[in-house]
């Protein structure tokens, strides 16, 4: 017989729960993990000989490409100023917007917080919890900047996506180009299920019949919450894939293999 | 009619114990079955809150090996059958007799939420609404106050905010009031300051446990929180209501 203190008591990883509940945690902590330190890589140091670009591909990771040191062919403007990394500039935005997203939220403080690390599962107790009330989480609130600034670099990726379809001899299609379709259909679903741009658009109205457009606003409103009900989804895919496309452009760029013309 | 192995909580707040019984179970018994069998064979005196074992009135609620459930609606054949069931009395509240806990700070919690304030009538017989604009308080409608997402909830369970944080049912019910076509209360400062809403960390173990499918985080704390960030940390709506004004 378990007495009152180890049924009832509090405390780190206390639980009566049998199943393996460390197991989704653990994964998220993994796959955020290899994430992180690949694409702190492939931004602060993989863009030797911008191998970044294999023409008329451009790595997810590097667009919009605004910086002097930018091949010629995808840049925007050249900011000569910039001594750093060209994915330097954009991924405080890219960043910004994943950190403060209510899915990934979710995820991280329960795999590298342990707040708490699974549902009904103890953690550290303490009456010095604040939640998002005070700093730093109450910059979470700043999620629908990140989510303003992330349509407009979703806009440069769709000019940069529309590019891998433009070789030297005219308009075609090969394998990274497919890839770097997908890759933006991917972000854009994720993108079109934040909470805070499905509030913004229509989640925000009581009473759509007393409001300017109301029904134009509900409809999209639905849409939205389409998207918002796979956002989890959006959120994992659109990682992954990301990683997946600047790998694939990469290793075209160095040589490894030959990207295959399919049109 | 197979044998199963029970633990049950017997005791108070204060102290207590898990007591073994065993039970006959028949196909189809439900958790709440075997505990009222415990009561008729080993235990009379075994305290357990209940009432339409339909799912419908969220009395039941208890943890099942750990987890919140409404024991009437959980089903003995979905543990395998070497596995002891363990039932204990919701964690986020104080323990008044073996299952049974009381709940009470969630009616003062429901009562400081500003009430339902409709808009003058739009006509003699009443308001006007479409059926589509409706549908978001709806979801909140289906709530059976059964509590095992308060229960759940950390911020409840592990931190012991009770007195500052109304909780996943009340926001749900907050959600049910403000997203209703034709109420016009402004529960914003509300949910910020009593309500404590910046408590929630998006955990959407709330969500995991509604016995009636309501999706609470997505569609009734975010949508509120995004309300208090609309009044109090948007400084471009803030320039807009000052311009407004003046």
């Known amino acids: 017989m378990e007495s009152s203190v180890a049924v009832r008591g509090r405390g780190f990883g206390k639980t009566l729960r049998r199943d393996a509940w460390w197991m989704p945690p653990l994964s998220v902590a993994v796959g955020l993990s290899l994430f992180g330190a690949y694409a702190t890589w ?34 925007f403007f050249g900011v000569g100023w910039w001594p750093f990394s060209p994915a330097i500039l954009m991924m405080g935005i890219i960043l910004g917007f994943r950190g403060t997203c209510y899915y990934y939220r979710k995820a991280y403080y329960r795999a590298f917080f342990a707040d708490p690390p699974a549902c009904a599962v103890g ?34 990726l769709a000019y940069d996506t529309g590019h891998g379809f433009f070789f ?52 999209l409103w639905k849409r939205a919450t389409w998207f918002n009900k796979r956002h989890q989804l959006f959120a994992w895919t659109s990682l992954i894939f990301v990683c997946f496309t600047d790998l694939y452009i990469r290793l075209v760029a160095m040589g490894t293999f030959t990207d295959l013309r399919i049109l | 009619m197979a044998e ?3 633990e049950v909580y017997r005791g108070d707040d204060h102290s207590g114990e898990l007591e073994p019984y065993t039970v006959d179970v028949d196909e189809g018994m439900v958790v709440l079955d ?34 919140p459930k409404l024991t009437c609606m959980t089903r003995i054949s979905d543990y395998p059958e070497d ?51 409706v549908e978001k308080a709806q979801e909140m409608r289906k709530c059976i106050e ?34 209703n076509p034709i109420d016009v209360e402004d529960r914003t400062e509300f949910l910020k300051e009593r309500g404590g809403i910046g408590y929630c960390n998006i955990t959407k173990c709330c969500t995991e446990v509604c016995p009636e499918h309501i999706t609470i985080t997505d569609n009734s704390i975010i949508p509120l929180k995004e309300r208090v960030v609309d009044r109090y940390y948007d400084p471009i709506k803030s320039l807009v209501r000052l311009i407004r004004r003046k």
Not at chain 2, 90 to 96: G, L, N, T
Not at chain 2, 148 to 164: A, F, P, T, Y
Request: aromatic share 12%; with cysteine.
């Open chain 1, 42 to 75: 492939a931004i602060m140091f993989g863009n030797t000989n911008n191998v970044y670009f294999a023409d008329p591909y451009l790595s997810p990771f590097y667009s919009p490409c605004i910086t002097a040191s930018c091949p010629e062919k995808i840049r």
């Open chain 1, 123 to 156: 953690e550290f107790r303490g009456d010095r919890y604040k939640g998002e009330t005070s700093f730093p989480w109450i910059l979470q609130n700043l999620h629908r900047y990140f989510m303003y600034l992330s349509i407009v670099v979703i806009l440069f």
């Open chain 1, 168 to 219: 030297e001899d005219g308009l075609g299609v090969g394998v990274g180009s497919i890839i770097l379709l997908i890759n933006w259909l991917l972000l854009t679903g994720y993108l079109f299920g934040c909470h805070s741009l499905r509030h913004i658009i229509g989640g925000n109205v009581d009473c759509y019949s007393c409001t300017l457009g109301g029904k134009a606003r509900h409809g």
């Open chain 2, 4 to 6: 199963r192995t029970f």
């Open chain 2, 34 to 67: 075997a505990i009222h069998q415990i009561q008729r064979t080993d235990a009379p005196d075994l305290a357990v809150r209940w009432n339409c074992k339909a799912g419908k009135c969220g009395s039941c609620g208890a943890e099942v090996n750990g987890r």
């Open chain 2, 83 to 133: 596995e002891t069931i363990t039932v204990t009395p919701m964690k986020a509240f104080p323990v008044i007799r073996d299952l049974v806990t009381d709940v009470s700070q969630n009616y003062r919690n429901n009562e400081a939420i500003p009430r339902f304030n409709p808009r003058p009538k739009d006509a003699e017989d009443g308001w006007r609404m479409q059926q589509y604009e």
């Open chain 2, 146 to 179: 059964c509590f095992l997402c308060q229960d759940v909830c950390h911020v409840l369970r592990s931190h012991s905010k009770h007195e500052e944080f109304i909780g996943p049912t009340y926001f749900v019910r907050t959600a049910g009031y403000s997203m």
